[in-house]
């Protein structure tokens, strides 16, 4: 069992920047493929950025690309998302998601089925 816990939300103003962290308890996260989605009030839940196991490879939602830089640290459990040139409707609970299954990252990895844990998620409130 994995419990992932993020943290690094909170209120910013549009075009400031943050960095969200999800940090994992009882494993090392080298073994998953790991990923942040995030979900605003009355809309479902979104892809917002993911990366294979080794860390090489990533890819994110149209609406953050650019912006958005998800990297991660095996050695530490952790993984981050530094978020920048924010825009009021990045405001969501942004949740840490890692996926234990064998798949080949590039599978799916933008679907929330494809993942095993959760976070309980983190409040990002962007200001205009």
């Known amino acids: 069992q994995v419990q992932l816990v993020e943290s690094g939300g909170g209120l910013v103003q549009a075009g400031g920047s943050l960095r969200l962290s999800c940090a994992a308890s009882?494993?090392?996260?080298?073994?998953?493929?790991m990923a942040w989605f995030r979900q605003a009030p009355g809309k479902e839940r979104e892809f917002v950025a993911g990366?294979?196991?080794?860390?090489?490879?990533?890819g994110y939602g149209d609406s953050v690309k650019g912006r958005f830089t998800i990297s991660r640290d095996n050695a530490k459990t952790t993984v981050y998302l530094q978020m920048s040139s924010l825009k009021p409707e990045d405001t969501a609970v942004y949740y840490c998601?890692?996926?234990?299954?064998?798949?080949?990252?590039?599978?799916?990895?933008?679907?929330?089925?494809?993942?095993?844990?959760w976070g309980q998620g983190t409040q990002v409130t962007v200001s205009s």
């Open positions: 998601a890692a996926d234990r299954s064998t798949l080949n990252w590039g599978v799916n990895y933008r679907y929330s089925s494809r993942y095993d844990y």
């Open positions: 009882g494993r090392t996260l080298s073994n998953y493929v």
């Open positions: 990366i294979s196991r080794s860390g090489s490879s990533t």
